[in-house]
């Protein structure tokens, strides 16, 4: 195997071609430098997603296990990331699984379809679209920002607070994840953010709970009110955190993406942008396997697993591959080509299991309805920045292009 670190910038030049290794000669892949198994074949990570001998409970205490004596942001923040549905199993995870999932009813997601269509038209009108604009800093990043919060009912919350925020918990989710020990400097950033949207967040319900409106704050508040709710206001607020430090990154990076991947492969192009209505569900989904923004989770095992002639060891961290196992060739013709013409859903980019993306549809949705405005009336798409080498998030675990100037016709 050639050395290769899953944190560094460079890794996005050699990321597939490692990714085809491991599947190929080592599926199950200890790796020192994370002191974490790899696991790249799409069969194993189904398995183990839907496994009960992995948890994903363990990772904020066995971080802290490593800490003498953290620094009191550090604590504070993880004690934030301990009510995470994503860190809990059944049943707390049951519990705050059912709570939240009335937000991204279909409903919901329609409803948010009208203003969508506005803010695209608002964000491309303030644009140049002939001399070139960055389709990130114009488009991508602010939109996915402004329909969360508009769909949460968080829009007292100035936008350049949401950026920041969101970008400061990511940061943070970053170096928690790839580091034996989290950064003192970083984690006193994020829980500043931290603070800020505590304190946010609980005005916003003050606000809904004397005020409410069809929104989907309104409705989770209602929902804390049912008697046989034992959830609090701060269980409340800490759901809305972890939602945006995903319902932000994930959107962005996946409009990034699919534009990077339109821009590289002309067939797919052509036939998107003459004929873009039928393609745009098939350009999601095909993205998600291809350059997905999300490219692995983690899990912990909860007893010895054998796998391959592999022990994997009780409490060894587990790092499932998905953007590996989106391209295995034991599951998809031609992994390596970007194809619109065939329809396929069986790509792991939302994970699997109970801990499975609540917001899959929702993210879908917003992304299909951005794009059909999006390429409305375009005719040609000039890219301005450098195709064969885009520059990447420095942030392994959301995986998307920072930098996309283009020009419009």
């Known amino acids: 195997m050639r050395d290769f670190v899953l944190s560094s910038p460079d890794f996005n030049a050699i990321r597939y071609g490692v990714y085809r290794e491991l599947r190929e000669k080592e599926p199950i892949y200890w790796y020192s430098n994370m002191n974490c198994w790899l696991v790249t074949r799409y069969d194993d990570i189904m398995k183990l997603l839907k496994s009960d001998l992995v948890s994903t409970s363990h990772l904020v205490n066995d971080k802290l296990l490593n800490i003498e004596k953290p620094d009191p942001s550090i604590t504070e923040i ?17 519990k705050f699984r059912k709570f939240m999932n009335h937000v991204f009813i279909n409903e919901n997601i329609q409803k948010v379809k009208p203003l969508i269509k506005e803010l695209v038209r608002k964000r491309i009108a303030e644009c140049d679209l002939r001399n070139g604009f960055d389709f990130v800093k114009s488009v991508a990043d602010p939109i996915s920002a402004e329909v969360l919060r508009i769909l949460i009912g968080l829009e007292d919350i100035d936008l350049s607070k949401f950026f920041e925020w969101s970008d400061s918990i990511s940061i943070f989710m970053q170096d928690f994840v790839v580091s034996p020990t989290p950064n003192t400097q970083i984690a006193q950033g994020a829980a500043k953010s931290l603070l800020e949207m505590k304190l946010a967040f609980l005005e916003a319900i003050e606000r809904r709970k004397t005020s409410p409106k069809l929104d989907l704050l309104s409705g ?56 873009n209505e039928n393609f745009i569900p098939l350009l999601i989904e095909e993205v998600m396997r291809f350059e997905a923004p999300i490219q692995f989770i983690t899990r912990h095992a909860k007893e010895d697993i054998l796998v391959h002639g592999k022990k994997i060891q009780k409490g060894d961290s587990i790092y499932l591959m998905l953007g590996a196992a989106n391209r295995d060739e034991a599951v998809f013709e031609n992994p390596e080509i970007f194809n619109l013409g065939k329809r396929n859903k069986r790509h792991m980019s939302f994970g699997g299991g109970i801990h499975a993306c609540l917001a899959a549809a929702l993210v879908t949705e917003e992304i299909k309805e951005i794009f059909t405005q999006f390429f409305n009336g375009i005719s040609e798409i000039k890219p301005l920045y450098d195709l064969n080498n885009p520059v990447w998030s420095s942030n392994s675990t959301f995986h998307g292009i920072e930098q996309q100037h283009i020009s419009i016709i």
């Open 78 to 94: 993880t004690n934030v990331l301990k009510t995470w549905m994503i860190y809990n199993e059944a049943p707390v995870h049951t």
């Open 220 to 275: 989770l508040i209602e929902g804390l009110n049912s008697p046989m709710s034992d959830i609090t206001e701060e269980h409340l607020v800490h759901q809305l955190i972890h939602l945006i430090f995903g319902g932000h990154k994930v959107p962005q990076y996946l409009l990034t993406n699919s534009l990077h991947c339109l821009l590289t492969n002309p067939s797919a192009y052509h036939l998107l942008i003459n004929n």
